[in-house]
């Protein structure tokens, strides 16, 4: 037995209401079982009983056993001095808080399905462990409680992104700059991307916009690739470049080692991806302006629509020479950018501004991008019907990462529905 179970049946007000009174035979009415508390302090806050003739507010705890209470110092901490009332399934133990004062106490009885059912959850080994019974769940019902996840999510990576802009003095291009260095790393480079940015400010970026050598010498130079001597014209000019604008910024470059290219396509070689960056930051000065000014989906795409300056259209390396190759960003890279990174900003852009439009133009964004098609995805295959959009996949991938992976299934709306409902 859980306490979680027991807070979500006081909750859901689940227990057996029928001749309820304390262990000391006080009959009691629950007027209002509160709020859950998600902070430390009792479970639940707010709410209202009626013991005998007298009616109470303050706060419920919820344990297993009423010696928990003991166990958990509950009697010396006076932030437990306002509970009202302490509800357990097993009363081995009258408890007082830190004045003395005997706090009611009242065995909750409920039926043993819902446990049952609770316990099926918990239990099965299955990536989702409510498969068994999503087929009697309605449609609607799942899209609704998928519609709430994926605000979830946005917000919490809101939440993130916040932090940066305020780090960055409320720079929203600052801050986009990074996240966008972080997202192009495309999780396998996530790390030295993200250390890239930090090295190198997208303020010393823009002062070099109008000139694409510079920002590519920048670029190679602070990510450790111009540490070395290669017989090419271009290298030598980069390093050329770089050494002049080390000095002048007095930048610190990061290790060349942190750079993975085992097990890439050399399409995704990181050499690759900071000749499109480059591309990109030249190409768009002040980026984030020019996205949240974007009326169209297609407008921002075309923002990441760029080839690779001329050396690379036949190296991946430095110093290697490959066969003539266009190495435009794909539709799946730029895809994945707008919703790891265009969606999220324009969220966090609509809360921090209380710009609802901005908000509601991060869930369109991800309407209109076609479904992902990843390892998490594929756990669901046989439990949703097929998604559709980001904007589903989205709340896929939320759901099972906080919620089903971490047995959650008392804060899902879908395992809460699955324990009550009578015939699932």
């Not at 989906?297 to 300056?309: C, D």
């Not at 989205?394 to 299934?409: A, H, P, T, V």
């Amino acid at each position: 037995m859980k306490e979680q179970f027991l807070q979500f049946i006081w909750q859901q007000q689940l227990f057996i209401k029928d001749d309820l009174s304390t262990t000391e035979g006080e009959k009691i009415e629950i007027i209002s079982v509160g709020y859950k508390n998600s902070d430390a302090g009792p479970d639940f806050y707010d709410a209202k009983i009626r013991v005998g003739e007298q009616i109470w507010a303050g706060t419920v705890e919820i344990h297993v056993k009423a010696s928990d209470w003991i166990k958990h110092n509950h009697g010396i901490d006076r932030a437990y001095d306002n509970v009202i009332l302490h509800v357990v399934t097993e009363a081995d133990f009258d408890v007082e808080n830190s004045l003395g004062v005997k706090i009611p106490t009242v065995q909750l009885k409920y039926s043993s399905k819902l446990y049952e059912k609770y316990m099926h959850l918990i239990l099965n080994k299955g990536p989702i462990p409510c498969s068994d019974f999503l087929p009697n769940i309605d449609v609607f019902y799942i899209k609704t409680w998928q519609n709430r996840i994926l605000i979830e999510r946005l917000e919490r990576k809101t939440d993130n992104i916040l932090r940066f802009y305020y780090a960055n003095n409320k720079s929203w291009e600052e801050t986009f700059y990074q996240f966008l260095l972080i997202n192009f790393g495309f999780k396998v480079n996530s790390l030295p991307f993200e250390l890239l940015s930090k090295s190198l400010p997208y303020k010393i970026i823009s002062k070099q916009k109008d000139n694409l050598l510079q920002i590519e010498a920048l670029m190679y130079g602070q990510s450790g690739f111009l540490n070395e001597d290669i017989d090419s014209e271009y290298f030598n000019l980069l390093k050329r470049e770089y050494e002049y604008l080390q000095k002048k910024y007095l930048l610190k470059p990061i290790e060349k080692h942190l750079w993975k290219f085992l097990r890439l396509r050399p399409v995704n070689f990181p050499t690759i991806r900071i000749a499109q960056l480059s591309q990109i930051l030249h190409s768009n000065v002040n980026m984030f302006s020019k996205i949240i000014s974007c009326d169209e989906v297609e407008q921002i795409k075309q923002i990441f629509r760029v080839n690779v300056s001329e050396y690379w259209l036949n190296h991946y390396t430095f110093g290697k020479k490959s066969p003539k190759k266009d190495k435009h960003l794909g539709e799946l890279s730029i895809n994945g950018l707008l919703i790891n990174t265009v969606a999220v900003f324009l969220f966090a852009y609509g809360i921090e501004n209380k710009l609802e439009k901005y908000k509601e133009k991060a869930l369109d964004l991800l309407e209109t991008i076609p479904p992902e098609n990843n390892s998490i995805i594929e756990k669901w295959d046989t439990s949703f019907s097929k998604p559709i959009s980001a904007f589903e996949t989205q709340s896929m991938i939320e759901l099972y990462n906080e919620y089903c992976k971490k047995g959650r299934c008392l804060d899902c709306s879908i395992g809460g529905k699955i324990i009550i409902k009578e015939n699932y």
